[in-house]
C-alpha cells in the first residue's frame, strides 16, 4: 500500500526511499534475508550464506557478555552490578533493554540508590495514569459517576484522602479544624456502618453530633460544611445536560475549586495531567457540542489517561540510563546496553493477538505476524549487537517455578558457532555473619496493669489458646481498627441464629400453655408446627439482614435446610423426657484463689448460657446447651480439647453453684452438650446433630484445679503456656505483634 | 505387528521409535519414558517434520519444561559429536547402520534447524495447551479473550453463590421465600 502510494506521488516530486539495510549486520539468516510474500522465512543462497558466515567472524563478540543468574533477584542484582560497573567505566549514555519487564523494574528500584547522579528514562511506557496525580483526578471521577443518590462511603473517602484536596479552601475554614477532619468521618461513618449514599451520611453525621452534644464533646460542623461542599458539585453533574463543552468547564471548574489545579501544577505528573485535560477543551471544534451520557464522557477522559505516557522530569546528572524496549534501539547508539531477559521464553517476544486475530488471518491482512515480528526482533539484535561495543545479556536460568530456562535460541545458535563465546553464572554477592536468633519474647506485665476480676468463657479460651492474645485483647483491650465489611460478618448469621432459637422455644412455651393446644397429644401436628413456625420466626429474624445485603439470603436458605431435621432432633430429645427450659441466662460462679503474695482473691468466671433443658422424667436432671454454628467435625475437634475450651463446665459449674440464677432450683447440670446448626446434610446420613459431654462430674475437679492454676500464674504474671495448634493464629488480631516465627 | 498387540518380550527401542508408527507405551517410573518421548521427537525431526508440527503434553510443567531441556541438549550434543558416537546414539534410537548414515548430516543440523524456527516445538502441559487453543479463537469458544485459568475452584464457587444470591432480582426472592 506504501509502495503503490510513493509510486503516485513520484508523479509529483521525486521519490527517495530510504530503508535499513542488514547486510553487514545481520547475525541470523533470517535477519538477513527476512520473509518471503507467503510468509515464509527465506533460504539463504551460497552468497548470502558466505556473507553471514563473514558476519559472525568479523562479530567482536568479546565485548558481549553472557550472564546467567539463578533467581529473580539475583537477575535483577546483577544487571545492576552491570550498569554499576559501566558507569564507573565512565560510560555516560547507557540503554537496558527490558526484554524482562519485570526485572527491568526491580533494576530500576536497586539502581534508585545511586541518587540523583545516574539520570533514568523509563521509555517502556510509564503511563500517566499510573501517577499519583491521575489517581486523584481519578478519585473524582468515580465519585461524580455515583448514581445521584449519593457515592459509596469508599468512593467518598478515597476522594477525600487524596493528597491534592485542599479541604480548607473547600470548607473555608482554617487548615488547624481540618487536621483529622476526613480520619473522623472515616470511624462517623464506619461505626454507623453508614456504606453509601448521601442521606445515609448525614444521618450518621448528625447521629454522632447529637451524640456528641448529650455527652459534653463539641458536635463537629466543619463535617456537614465539607460533605455539603462534594454534595453540591457531584449534583452539578447529575442536574446538567452533559456535552463535551459544559463538562469541560464543569471539570475546570471542580478542580479550581477543590484546590485540586493549583497542587496540580506543582507537581510534574501533575503538570502533565493538566495539559491532557486541557486537551479535552477540542479547542472550538464542532464536536464540543457533542452530546454524551456521563458515564460515557467519563470513559473517554479515563481511556485518554490510559493512553498518555508521563515523561520523568528532566534532571541534570552525570549519567543517563534508558530503559526501553528492544524495538526502541533501532537507530540509536548507547556507550553501553544491558538486555534483561535474554531466555528462550522471553527472546524473542511476540505479541498476543487481539481478540480473534490468528496469525493465518493477519497475513491475509498483512498485518504483524509472528515471522514478521521474529524477523524485526532478530534485525533489531543483530544491529544491536553491531552497533554497540558494550553488550551484556542476561536471563534468568531457571524460571519461576525453578524448571530450567535456556538461553534465548539467537544466543544459543550464535554459540555454536562461536565455541568460545561463554556464558558466565552469576555469583552473587555473600555476607558472611552468624545468625542471631531471638529468643522466645515474654511479655514483663507492667506492674501498674489491671488484671481481670472476671471472666467470660471465651476470655478463658483465649487464655488457654495463646496468653498475648489474652494480654493483648483483654488487658491491653486492643482491637483491629474496623473497616467497612466487604463480606457479610458471619458472627451476626451466628446471632441471628440464637435469637431466632429463643423466640421459637419461647413460642413453643406459650402455645404448650394454651388449654386446646393440638400440638400437645399429636406427634405429627407438633412436627408440622415447629417445623412451620421455625420457618417463618426464621424469615422474620434475616428480614433485616437481607435488605441490608441480599448475600445473606444464602445463609437464611442453608438454615432453613438445616430445619427439619433439627426437629427432628428436638423431637427426639422430648421423647427422652427432655423439654427446653430457658435461653440466653446470665450465670457465673466466684473462684477463690491466693495471688503471688498469698492474698485470698476473687474472680468471678461466668457468661451467657445459651439453653438450659430438664428433664420431665427425673426431679433433678438437667442440661446445659450450646449452639455452634458450626460442622459437628469441627464441634468434634473442640470437644477433644475439652480442658481449653471449657464453656460447658463453666456453664454447669455456675448453674449448680446458684440454681436459682438459672432457674433451677432443686435441679442439678450434670449433662452438656454442643448442638450443630450447620449439619452437612448431604452427606451424613444419620444426621447426627449433637455432641455430648461425657461425665460432667468426672471431669469437674480437674477442671476447677486447672482454672485456679491458671488464675493463680496470671495474677503471679507468671509465664503462661500457649495451648491451640497454629492454626488459631490465621485470624488472629495479634498476629504481627506477637513476633511469633522470630522465637 | 497387528493393531493392539501388546509388547511382552524385551522392549524393542526400533518398533517404539518409528515415526511412522503410533505406539502406547506404559512402563514404571524411572524406566525411560521421557527418554523415549524424546527419542520420538528426534525421529520425527529427522523424517522431515517441522519443529512447529509437533506436539508434546505432560501432567506437569516441570515434566513440559524438563522434556525441553532434555531435548535440546541433546540435540546440541548431536550437533557438536563425532561421527561415531553419533551413530551410536541414533542406532539407539532404533535406526539400523545404513539409516543412520543416512541422517548423519541431518542430525548434526537438527539443532540449528529447531532453534532457527520462529515457532518452537510445543511442549506444555494438557491443560496450558488447551487453554491456548481456547485463547486463540475466544469468539467462537465463547471465552474472555486473554482469560487466565484459576485453580481456586472452591472460592470461585462461593463468590459465585454469593452473587447469586446477592443479584437476585426481586420478584424471585419474594417467590423463594414464600415457597
Given at each position: ?10 508523479q509529483?516530486a ?18 538477513l ?9 527465506i533460504e539463504?543462497?551460497?552468497?548470502q ?5 563473514n ?25 545492576a ?11 555516560k ?7 524482562d ?5 526491580r ?12 539520570k ?17 483526578l481519578?478519585?473524582w471521577?468515580e465519585?461524580i ?33 481540618c487536621i483529622?477532619?476526613?480520619a ?7 461505626a ?8 445515609t ?9 447529637a451524640?456528641?452534644?448529650?455527652h459534653?464533646?463539641?458536635?463537629n ?5 465539607l460533605?455539603?461542599?462534594v454534595?453540591e458539585r457531584?449534583y452539578a453533574?447529575?442536574e446538567?445536560s ?6 469541560y468547564?464543569?471539570?475546570q ?7 485540586i489545579?493549583?497542587a ?6 501533575g ?6 485535560i486541557n ?10 457540542r457533542?452530546a ?5 464522557w ?19 546528572a ?11 534501539t ?7 546496553v ?5 531466555d ?16 493465518t488471518?493477519n ?13 524485526q526482533?532478530?534485525?533489531?539484535f ?7 561495543a ?7 536460568s ?12 539467537w544466543?544459543?545458535?550464535?554459540q555454536?558457532q562461536?565455541p ?11 555476607h ?12 514483663t ?7 481481670p476480676?472476671?471472666m467470660s468463657?471465651?476470655?478463658y ?6 496468653p ?7 488487658l491491653l ?10 463480606g457479610f ?17 419461647q ?15 399429636n406427634?405429627?401436628?407438633r412436627?408440622q408446627?415447629?417445623?412451620q413456625?421455625?420457618?417463618v ?5 434475616f ?8 448475600r ?5 436458605r442453608d438454615?432453613q435446610?438445616q ?14 423426657g427432655?423439654?427446653?427450659h ?5 450465670v457465673?460462679f466466684d ?24 428433664n420431665?422424667?427425673?426431679k ?10 458450626q460442622?459437628m ?13 471449657p464453656?460447658?463446665?463453666i ?8 440454681p ?11 449433662q452438656?452438650?454442643w448442638?450443630?446448626?450447620?449439619v452437612d ?25 486447672q ?5 493463680q500464674n ?7 503456656t ?5 492454626g ?6 495479634a498476629r ?8 | 505387528?497387528q ?18 508408527r503410533?505406539v ?8 525411560g519414558k ?5 527419542a ?14 509437533i506436539?508434546a503434553?505432560?501432567?506437569t ?20 559429536m ?16 545404513n ?8 542430525a ?7 532453534l ?5 516445538i510445543?511442549i506444555?502441559?494438557?491443560?496450558g495447551?488447551?487453554?491456548r ?5 475466544p469468539?467462537?469458544?465463547e ?5 487466565s ?5 472452591k472460592?470461585l ?5 454469593d452473587?447469586?444470591w446477592?443479584?437476585l ?11
Amino acid at each position: 500500500m506504501i509502495g503503490k502510494y510513493l509510486n503516485d506521488y513520484a508523479q509529483y516530486a521525486p521519490v527517495v526511499e530510504v530503508t535499513l539495510d542488514w547486510q553487514s549486520v545481520a547475525l541470523w539468516s533470517e535477519a538477513l534475508v527476512g520473509e518471503n510474500a507467503s510468509g515464509k522465512i527465506i533460504e539463504l543462497n551460497a552468497e548470502q550464506a558466505q556473507q553471514l558466515k563473514n558476519n559472525i567472524e568479523a562479530a567482536h563478540y568479546q565485548g558481549w557478555n553472557l550472564i546467567s543468574a539463578r533467581r529473580f533477584e539475583e537477575l535483577a542484582w546483577a544487571a545492576a552490578k552491570s550498569i554499576e560497573s559501566h558507569l564507573i567505566a565512565g560510560n555516560k549514555n547507557i540503554a537496558l533493554v527490558a526484554q524482562d519487564r519485570l526485572a527491568a523494574r526491580r533494576v530500576r528500584a536497586l539502581l534508585a540508590r545511586l541518587g540523583p547522579v545516574l539520570k533514568i528514562r523509563d521509555e517502556t511506557g510509564w503511563k500517566l495514569d499510573t501517577t499519583r496525580a491521575a489517581a486523584a483526578l481519578n478519585s473524582w471521577l468515580e465519585l461524580i459517576r455515583a448514581p445521584k443518590e449519593g457515592p459509596t462511603a469508599g468512593v467518598l473517602l478515597e476522594f477525600l484522602q487524596n493528597p491534592y484536596l485542599d479541604i480548607s479552601a473547600c470548607i473555608q475554614k482554617t487548615p488547624e479544624v481540618c487536621i483529622g477532619l476526613v480520619a473522623q468521618l472515616e470511624d462517623i461513618l464506619i461505626a454507623s456502618q453508614a456504606k453509601s449514599g448521601w442521606e445515609t451520611f448525614y444521618m450518621a453525621i448528625e447521629r454522632a453530633n447529637a451524640y456528641a452534644v448529650n455527652h459534653d464533646t463539641a458536635p463537629n460542623q466543619a463535617l456537614l460544611k465539607l460533605l455539603q461542599f462534594v454534595r453540591e458539585r457531584h449534583y452539578a453533574w447529575h442536574e446538567m445536560s452533559l456535552n463535551c463543552s459544559n463538562a469541560y468547564a464543569l471539570l475546570q471548574q471542580n478542580l479550581l475549586d477543590t484546590g485540586i489545579a493549583k497542587a496540580l501544577g506543582k507537581d510534574s505528573a501533575g503538570k502533565q495531567l493538566l495539559e491532557v485535560i486541557n486537551t479535552f477543551d477540542l479547542s472550538s471544534s464542532d464536536y464540543q457540542r457533542v452530546a454524551m451520557h456521563l458515564p460515557e464522557w467519563i470513559s473517554l477522559i479515563k481511556t485518554v489517561m490510559e493512553e498518555a505516557s508521563y515523561e520523568e522530569a528532566g534532571k541534570d546528572a552525570q549519567a543517563t540510563l534508558s530503559i526501553l524496549p528492544l524495538s526502541s534501539t533501532r537507530l540509536r547508539t548507547f556507550d553501553a546496553v544491558v538486555v534483561v531477559g535474554c531466555d528462550e521464553q522471553q527472546l524473542p517476544a511476540f505479541s498476543e493477538p487481539p481478540l480473534f486475530f490468528s496469525d493465518t488471518l493477519n497475513r491475509l491482512l498483512k498485518a504483524s505476524t509472528i515471522t514478521a515480528q521474529y524477523v524485526q526482533q532478530a534485525r533489531d539484535f543483530s544491529q544491536l549487537l553491531g552497533s554497540c561495543a558494550n553488550v551484556d545479556l542476561l536471563w534468568q536460568s531457571k524460571s519461576k517455578s525453578g524448571e530450567p530456562l535456556r538461553p534465548s535460541a539467537w544466543i544459543q545458535r550464535l554459540q555454536t558457532q562461536l565455541p568460545k563465546w561463554m556464558a558466565v553464572v552469576s555469583q552473587p554477592e555473600l555476607h558472611g555473619g552468624k545468625a542471631r536468633p531471638v529468643e522466645r519474647a515474654v511479655t514483663t506485665l507492667d506492674p501498674d496493669l489491671p488484671l481481670p476480676l472476671s471472666m467470660s468463657p471465651s476470655a478463658y479460651k483465649t487464655l488457654r489458646d495463646c496468653p498475648y492474645k489474652y494480654y493483648v485483647r483483654s488487658l491491653l483491650g486492643l482491637r483491629e481498627v474496623k473497616e467497612f465489611e466487604d463480606g457479610f460478618d458471619a458472627s451476626l448469621a451466628g446471632q441471628s441464629l440464637h435469637a431466632l432459637l429463643r423466640n421459637f422455644y419461647q413460642a413453643l412455651k406459650t402455645e404448650e400453655q394454651k388449654a386446646d393446644s393440638k400440638i400437645k397429644d399429636n406427634t405429627s401436628v407438633r412436627r408440622q408446627w415447629m417445623e412451620q413456625q421455625l420457618f417463618v420466626i426464621s424469615e422474620k429474624e434475616f428480614k433485616r439482614l437481607i435488605e441490608g445485603d441480599g448475600r445473606v439470603l444464602g445463609t437464611l436458605r442453608d438454615w432453613q435446610k438445616q430445619i427439619p431435621s433439627f426437629v427432628d432432633w428436638q423431637l427426639q430429645r422430648e421423647a427422652e423426657g427432655w423439654r427446653y427450659h430457658n435461653a440466653e441466662h446470665q450465670v457465673g460462679f466466684d473462684l477463690h484463689f491466693a495471688d503471688a503474695d498469698g492474698v485470698d482473691r476473687l474472680m468471678r468466671i461466668g457468661g451467657r448460657a445459651d439453653r438450659f433443658d430438664i428433664n420431665l422424667e427425673s426431679k433433678q436432671a438437667a442440661e446445659v446447651i450450646d449452639y455452634k454454628n458450626q460442622s459437628m467435625t469441627k464441634i468434634k475437634k473442640r470437644a477433644e480439647h475439652l480442658l481449653d475450651d471449657p464453656q460447658l463446665l463453666i456453664y454447669a459449674r455456675a448453674a449448680n453453684e446458684d440454681p436459682a440464677s438459672a432457674h433451677l432450683q432443686g435441679r442439678e447440670v450434670n449433662q452438656a452438650q454442643w448442638v450443630s446448626l450447620k449439619v452437612d446434610i448431604k452427606r451424613d446420613k444419620k444426621l447426627t446433630r449433637s455432641l455430648k459431654v461425657e461425665d460432667v462430674p468426672d471431669l469437674m475437679p480437674a477442671f476447677s484445679e486447672q482454672l485456679i492454676q491458671d488464675m493463680q500464674n496470671l495474677w503471679a504474671r507468671k509465664e503462661v503456656t500457649a495451648f491451640a495448634p497454629d492454626g488459631v493464629c490465621k485470624y488472629c488480631e495479634a498476629r504481627g505483634i506477637c513476633r511469633k516465627g522470630m522465637w | 505387528m497387528q493393531k493392539g498387540d501388546v509388547v511382552k518380550k524385551k522392549f524393542d527401542n526400533a518398533i517404539a521409535c518409528d515415526p511412522r508408527r503410533s505406539v502406547i507405551v506404559s512402563a514404571c517410573a524411572g524406566s525411560g519414558k521421557t527418554w523415549l518421548l524424546v527419542a520420538r521427537m528426534i525421529r520425527l525431526l529427522l523424517d522431515g517434520a517441522k519443529p512447529q508440527e509437533i506436539l508434546a503434553l505432560t501432567f506437569t510443567r516441570k515434566a513440559a519444561q524438563e522434556m525441553r531441556d532434555r531435548l535440546y541438549s541433546l540435540l546440541e550434543q548431536f550437533s557438536k559429536m563425532s561421527d561415531t558416537e553419533l551413530l551410536h546414539e541414533l542406532n539407539e534410537r532404533g535406526l539400523d547402520k545404513n539409516e543412520a548414515t543416512a541422517s548423519l548430516p541431518q542430525a548434526k543440523d537438527l539443532y540449528n534447524k529447531v532453534l532457527a524456527s520462529p515457532q518452537s516445538i510445543v511442549i506444555d502441559t494438557f491443560h496450558g495447551w488447551f487453554g491456548r487453543l481456547l485463547n486463540a479463537a475466544p469468539i467462537s469458544a465463547e471465552v474472555q479473550p486473554g482469560f487466565s485459568l484459576r485453580e481456586d475452584s472452591k472460592r470461585l464457587l462461593e463468590e459465585c453463590l454469593d452473587n447469586w444470591w446477592g443479584d437476585l432480582p426481586a420478584d424471585l426472592k419474594a417467590t423463594m421465600t414464600s415457597c
